[in-house]
């Protein structure tokens, strides 16, 4: 089947488990609580029914915490997150998803439907898991681990 008949969406490639956490939550919480690192990201809730999600990806920690030798305990993830963030439709197709990507410089969104945050989607899901799927003579690599540092 020609790739341009075969749609995938976002729905088909995102990260369903994420972890959302509350703004107050400090860094050194948010990193000893991450339960998927495969994300790279955090999604801050929201405070009530007309406010909107934030995001603090790892990279905001690094350029925000680490470089600025900021103590992770004394900082809140609401100081550093981004808000609101872009979401996703689920049935957003993965070409159109890497354009707004490309558009705003993205590297990772939180997949939203009806309000409710279901997933993230990241440049590395649109690639390894839908351009992969649209052509069946590309494979995609398999994960491998590092050794835990030491």
Known sequence: MSDARRAIHVRDVMAAD???IDGMTTVAEALRGMRHVENRAWIIDKRGAEDAYGIVLISDIARQVLARDRAPDRVNMYEIM?????PVDPEMG?????????????????????????????AVDL????????????????????????
């Open 18 to 20: 994420i972890d959302l």
């Open 82 to 86: 981004t808000k609101p963030v872009l």
């Open 94 to 122: 993965i070409r159109h998803c890497a354009q707004l990507f490309e558009r705003f410089h993205l590297s990772r969104a939180p997949v939203i439907e009806n309000g409710v945050v279901i997933g993230m989607v990241g």
């Open 127 to 150: 690639v390894l898991r839908g351009l992969c799927a649209l052509h069946d003579d590309i494979e995609a690599p398999r994960a491998t681990r590092r050794p835990p540092f030491k």
